[in-house]
């Protein structure tokens, strides 16, 4: 919040704001009608219930139950979720499933290219990136960052690759059909 109140001139342009328990800001509205709400992955599904947003912006990987919530708010002004993570410990395996391996992959300039030339717009892009084409991290700043890393989770971390994430292997799992007692066999 203090970086935002940097950027954008708050005084002038913040007619309200919403707290948690009366300390943390976890909401404004501007003078236009727009606003803000910034929640927890932490906090309970209810609170990404009952609102309607013009852009949903996602930090780490959510669950699918928080994405859900969240998307109901997206409907009525056809809102876009952005999400930036790194895929390290995917703590819902949906975000693999029904986002990474659903989405257009787009990983360089010419990716990005055939993207604006596709005649039918994917629903989902996914756009990967390395450490490295951060501009605002010196060069010797992120080697000194990587250096810190195991190098199991240099793949993940430097190049945004996933290495592993928990859920179900076997999607149409179902023990009643799959599992038999062995005095069946």
Request: with cysteine.
């Amino acid at each position: 919040m203090p970086r935002l109140k940097k950027l954008i001139p708050w005084s002038a342009v913040v007619l309200r704001t919403s707290r948690v328990q009366g300390q943390i800001i976890d909401g404004f509205e501007l003078w236009n009608g727009t606003s803000w709400q910034i929640l927890s992955y932490s906090g309970e599904i209810v609170r990404f219930e009952g609102w309607s947003t013009h852009l949903c912006l996602w930090d780490e990987p959510m669950e699918r139950q928080q994405f859900v919530a969240a998307s109901r708010g997206c409907i009525e002004f056809g809102a876009p979720h952005i999400m930036t993570f790194t895929p390290e410990n995917m703590n819902d395996a949906f975000c693999v499933d029904d986002i990474l391996d659903q989405g257009y992959a787009v990983n360089s300039r010419d990716d990005f290219t055939r993207f604006k030339a596709l005649e039918k717009k994917p629903r989902i892009v996914v756009f990967g990136g390395s450490i490295y084409d951060n501009p605002h991290i010196e060069l010797e700043d992120k080697e000194v960052q990587i250096e810190l890393w195991q190098p199991e989770e240099r793949e993940t971390r430097v190049w945004g690759r996933i290495r592993r994430f928990t859920g179900r292997v076997y999607k149409n799992y179902d023990e009643d059909r799959h599992v038999r007692e062995l005095k069946d066999l």
